[in-house]
């Protein structure tokens, strides 16, 4: 497949008992490789984008949320816009990490949280997250780092019994790179995307395919895709739903597209004028993953192993 990485960002745009349903699913390898230049680095840009928005919305009178760690990660020189109105980020924002940690709260035991992210997403150290959580953070490994070293120079801290773990986007094998993290198939997972630098349809598709291999059945996937997605597949924005539906589907997902401006209004504010080139939703899974299936599948063969031992031939 074509990577995701390497590809021309425009600014503050940043970028979620079994039956026949539940069919073994085959593994893909998956290659993201990119030669990423130095402070051209688009991919950097972006990233510093977004955390800009952030940095602005903390800003605010009344932000929507804070980001401490934000001012670190943009340069001093940034340009302030305090308008009346919210930026869709900060609404798409606000809205992820509200879904995030309202989901996490109503999992028992580990929790497994999966961001799918543009290297400086700063919500493993600002989010109040329960206890035994532990955040995979699948993004280009050289922003990560840059952001990393930053975040480190001013204390920044996730809380105490949660751990983060790093996953190169440009892994030759993602799956099998979540799994020698300690990736649990069997255990329940939460996956938000917003900011993952997606070039292609197909490098989309990969990716959906990966998290429909690796997430529980009733397991959510959520956040925002760039609306080009679509656009480039059908050519009808009115049809985006429709496309939405079948592209989620054909990988087990169940999805809603969430409408920015409804957002906005739950959160008492106004949208900021403009378009805005991406898609917010939420997908729940309906298959089980390949470590459920396998479960599943040595439980059976041992008790049907069992019932041959006791002289019986059927179950």
Same mark, same amino acid.
């Given at each position: 497949? $074509? ?15 079994? +039956? ?14 990119? &030669? ?42 940034? %340009?302030?816009?305090? &308008? &009346?109105?919210?930026?869709?980020? +900060?609404?798409?924002? %606000? ?36 206890? +035994? ?42 799956? &099998? ?64 739903? %429709?496309?939405?539906? %079948? ?57 049907? $192993? ?10």
């Amino acid at each position: 497949m $074509e990577c995701l990485l390497g590809y021309a960002h425009a600014p503050l745009t940043p970028i979620i008992c079994p +039956s026949p349903i539940y069919a073994s699913k085959t593994r893909r390898n998956v290659s993201f490789r990119a &030669k990423l230049s130095d402070e051209s680095d688009p991919l950097l840009q972006s990233a510093i984008d977004a955390a800009s928005l952030r940095f602005q919305e903390t800003h605010r009178p009344e932000p929507l949320f804070v980001d401490p760690y934000a001012g670190c990660l943009v340069p001093p020189n940034i %340009k302030m816009d305090l &308008k &009346k109105s919210s930026h869709h980020y +900060s609404v798409a924002t %606000k809205f992820i990490d509200d879904k995030l940690l309202r989901t996490a709260n109503h999992m028992d035991g580990l929790k497994q949280v999966v961001l799918l992210t543009d290297g400086m997403d700063t919500r493993p150290y600002r989010l109040n997250w329960p206890n +035994s959580t532990v955040i995979f953070d699948i993004s280009p490994e050289r922003v990560f780092k840059k952001s990393a070293q930053k975040l480190d120079g001013v204390g920044a801290k996730i809380p105490r019994s949660c751990l983060l773990l790093q996953v190169p986007l440009e892994s030759s094998d993602l799956e &099998k790179c979540l799994h020698a993290k300690g990736f649990n198939g069997n255990q329940p997972s939460i996956w938000a995307m917003q900011g993952l630098p997606v070039m292609t349809l197909a490098s989309f598709e990969e990716i959906l395919f990966i998290i429909s291999n690796l997430a529980m059945n009733g397991c959510f996937f959520f956040g925002e895709l760039p609306a080009w997605l679509a656009e480039t597949e059908i050519g009808i924005k009115s049809n985006t739903k %429709k496309w939405m539906d %079948k592209l989620f589907m054909s990988n087990g997902f169940q999805v809603d597209m969430i409408s920015y401006n409804e957002a906005a209004k739950s959160l008492g504010r106004e949208l900021a004028p403009g378009d805005y080139k991406n898609i917010l939703f939420v997908a729940e899974q309906l298959r089980f993953s390949n470590e459920q299936m396998e479960t599943w599948r040595r439980e059976f063969q041992r008790v049907e $192993e069992e019932g041959d031992e006791d002289g019986f031939e059927e179950l």
